[in-house]
Every structure is written in C-alpha cells, then in structure tokens.
C-alpha cells in the first residue's frame, strides 16, 4: 500500500492549488511527506520551468516553498493536536508570508528535493522553515508564515 502524501488528506474544495491541488490538471501536483521530524518533497522541473538555459526559473522555487510549507503547517498541526492527518475537522493552511532566499542558481537537469520543519506552533499561525537542494547542494531558503484557511475561503 503506497504511502498517502499530506496533500491526499486536502478536502475537495482544498484541492485546486497550481502548486499541489491533486485536482489541478494543469498544475505540479506536489507531493509532501513526513522524515522523522522533517518534511520532504521531490520534484523533477520540466524543461519549460527554465529561468536560463539550464537552471530553474525563481518562481517555481518559490511555488514549491510555498506549497511544501503550507502543506507542512497543516501536518504539523495535526500532529501537534495529537489528531491524524484528515481526521474532522480538516486542517487547510494558507500563506500569510512567503520569504525566498536563492543562495545559487538551481540546475533545471536535477531532482528537486525540499527538506522542512515547523519553527513555531502557535494558536492558528504555523512558521515553517525550509531548505531546497539539487545534486546534494542547497540552492534556496524559505520561511513561510502560514495561518488556517479563513472561513470565508471554505465553501459551505
């Protein structure tokens, strides 16, 4: 039986995200998983996620912070709260702040892998830090604030 991600606990109306809604047909269906007391996410960029020749476009550095972190904030609240992950009621968390950090250009020819972990729990805020590496060398920081998805976001 295949390991679910954090994103395969999302409720439908949670799941439209360009970054990792599985209901997106046209967006980059992340996947995120817990390692001990990290996160972790891989994604392969495509050839069309160039920024110049051979390296990665910023902004899907930043897309894939921000979404791994997201979704982070939410298992990390789960687990502070003792619930599993999908139990009632769900947790959806959005990002209040996004800060990217791009220590070196990131080759486009390598396996994204995004390492996190909660900084902070606190009430419906969750600061998630994280680290992005290619071939073995980190090429960007994120810390990403993320609060619970406002009720006027769930559809009734």
Not at 14 to 23: N, R
Not at 26 to 42: A, F, M, P, Q, T
Request: include cysteine.
């Amino acid at each position: 039986m295949e390991k679910l991600s954090f994103q395969d606990y999302y409720a439908e109306w949670a799941g439209q995200c360009y970054g990792c809604g599985k209901y997106n047909e046209h967006g980059l269906h992340i996947k995120s998983y817990w390692d001990g007391d990290e996160s972790v996410c891989r994604f392969c960029p495509k050839p069309y996620h160039t920024a110049m020749k051979g390296f990665v476009y910023g902004g899907l550095i930043a897309s894939l912070i921000d979404c791994h972190s997201t979704g982070t904030a939410a298992a990390a609240a789960y687990r502070a709260q003792g619930r599993d992950m999908g139990s009632e009621p769900k947790l959806r968390y959005v990002t209040a702040s996004l800060t990217v950090d791009y220590l070196k250009p990131t080759p486009i020819d390598a396996e994204l892998e995004i390492r996190s972990r909660a900084e902070e729990i606190k009430g419906r805020k969750v600061i998630v830090v994280s680290e992005l590496f290619a071939k073995g060398e980190l090429c960007a920081k994120g810390r990403v604030v993320a609060v619970e998805a406002p009720k006027n976001m769930i559809p009734k």
